[in-house]
């Protein structure tokens, strides 16, 4: 000091600390109805996003000014096929003693819009979207009765592109592509495999896969859907990846989300034998199916549609089957709301199961304890995680494990995700120390800095053990963890051991008969 007077000196009373990363932060990867905002296109550009407000903001489109109606985010196309009996497979309807089948045109689905809207409803915060494309244009054309639903407008490559661009991202913790089960087998085998790949090599974020025929299983063959998906994940990194079965009928759509503008494309002349044939005529529906071709009657959609509602019974049939087809949903939407809650609640150490899922209203398959048998423990050690009804409880999540079950050590979704939380907060905060003198105070300041916030997480219920030392231990240090040819190398190694909480996913009472004891 060269000029008397009275100076200041800060000193840290605190050493550094580990902070914890966020845990549930799922990454979309799908189609949207728009990718921009104030002229800025946004496909293929990881968005962070923390509400469905936020999405609504890059990725759909614009309502027109009022009383014209809303624009609709997502209009899938109908089409009703009379059939000369009873169909054995598909959605049909019985109209005028005439049976239809209900087809889609393949090229209008897609699930990301809804997978959105059902993550926010279970309880989602802050999640990534990367838009691959808007939607593509239609067919004209349909599926045949119980055919698999292939979207050719769904491409894998514009997907894995999506999929490469996580790459520059460390935040998301879960990889999702609802619009994966629209691609063929192969296709989705393909991609399957490329984001587990991508899971093992950034070690910061875990797969929920969908699988093929989730969505209309055949009560019996259903395991042939469960077997390909199996043949077509690979052996790369499984226990990065977490799979649930089957697709869940929601109540995301309404009536209001599906209208005549979604049947036969839009075409009116297909409608009208359906609301009014010839030996049955409804003059309500013929004034209000007129006002509609004469665009001068100043009236919207919406309401024609609320007009046909009221005056066609038939109509109001076909609006109701239509709307519950097109909210059966893929689970991953759901799963990444009710993992994000989960660890809200409680933390990465809890599994994501024995839990209602919001929006939930009906499964296109029951199944049973002996039927999950092999869906929980099969040979082949890749474990589908059950979406069950039990009477008197509703819809729960009735697995917890990942793709890689006979493994001991990653057998479970809450060991897989509490690890990669516990070593990606170790990582960042040990990145203070890059280029600090390896030397016995810098290991004893890492040691501390691990062991507190170690200690943090057992008193939070996450690591196992009635005392601290029995929950974790860290070593580092000459002689313990590191040679001197380490130190020479410029290396530190620190080594954390950890006892992960698992689940009691077996709980086993055991009865026996008590001898009557004499007095």
């Not at 845990?23 to 949207?32: C, N, Q, R, S």
Request: a negative charge; hydrophobic letters at 40%.
């Amino acid at each position: 000091m060269k000029t008397p007077g009275v100076y200041i000196n800060e000193l840290n009373a605190f050493p550094n600390s580990v902070v914890g990363v966020a845990t549930a932060v799922p990454a979309f990867i799908g189609y949207t109805p728009q990718a921009e905002y104030e002229g800025k296109p946004y496909s293929n550009v990881p968005v962070r996003i923390t509400s469905f407000a936020d999405f609504q903001t890059y990725f759909c489109l614009p309502d027109p000014p009022a009383p014209q109606s809303p624009v609709k985010q997502y209009s899938p196309q109908y089409y009703l096929v009379q059939q000369d009996a009873q169909p054995a497979k598909g959605d049909y309807l019985l109209i005028n003693r005439s049976y239809y089948s209900v087809l889609p045109n393949p090229n209008t689905i897609y699930y990301l819009y809804n997978s959105i809207r059902l993550f926010y409803q279970n309880g989602g915060g802050t999640a990534y979207i990367v838009s691959v494309g808007t939607y593509g244009p239609p067919s004209g054309k349909t599926t045949n009765p119980g055919d698999q639903i292939v979207n050719p407008n769904v491409q894998l490559n514009e997907l894995l592109g999506g999929l490469h661009q996580l790459l520059k991202e460390q935040e998301p913790t879960l990889y999702i592509c609802p619009e994966a089960t629209l691609l063929s087998v192969a296709d989705n085998g393909t991609l399957m495999e490329s984001m587990l790949l991508q899971c093992t090599q950034m070690q910061t974020a875990m797969c929920i896969f969908d699988i093929i025929g989730g969505n209309a299983p055949d009560p019996v063959l259903y395991t042939e859907d469960i077997e390909t998906f199996r043949n077509n994940t690979g052996s790369v990194g499984l226990n990065y990846g977490m799979a649930y079965y089957p697709f869940i009928g929601t109540t995301i759509m309404q009536n209001t989300d599906i209208d005549y503008t979604n049947l036969f494309g839009g075409d009116l002349m297909q409608l009208m034998p359906l609301f009014n044939p010839a030996d049955d005529p409804n003059p309500a529906v013929a004034a209000i199916l007129a006002n509609i071709q004469n665009p001068l009657s100043g009236l919207t959609v919406s309401q024609n549609h609320y007009a046909l509602l009221m005056a066609s019974p038939t109509y109001a049939q076909i609006i109701k089957q239509i709307v519950s087809i097109a909210s059966i949903l893929p689970p991953s939407g759901a799963m990444a709301g009710v993992i994000t809650t989960t660890d809200n609640n409680e933390g990465p150490w809890q599994s994501p199961a024995n839990t209602s899922i919001v929006g939930a209203a009906w499964l296109p398959i029951q199944i049973s304890d002996i039927q999950q048998m092999d869906l929980n423990v099969p040979v082949s050690g890749k474990s589908i995680n059950a979406i069950r009804f039990f009477n008197g409880r509703g819809i729960l999540v009735w697995g917890a494990r990942t793709l890689d079950s006979n493994s001991s050590d990653w057998r479970y979704i809450s060991v897989r995700r509490t690890v990669i939380f516990l070593e990606q907060s170790c990582k960042l905060a040990i990145q203070g120390y890059v280029f600090q003198p390896n030397d016995s105070t810098t290991w004893v300041a890492v040691k501390s800095m691990i062991s507190d916030f170690l200690i943090s997480i057992w008193k939070a219920g996450g690591l196992q053990g009635a005392r601290p030392s029995d929950a974790f231990s860290v070593a580092c240090g000459l002689g313990t963890t590191m040679t001197a040819e380490d130190i020479l190398n410029g290396f530190m190694n620190v080594s954390v051991l950890v006892a992960v909480l698992r689940p009691a996913e077996f709980i086993v009472l055991n009865f026996q008969l008590k001898m009557v004891a004499s007095e």
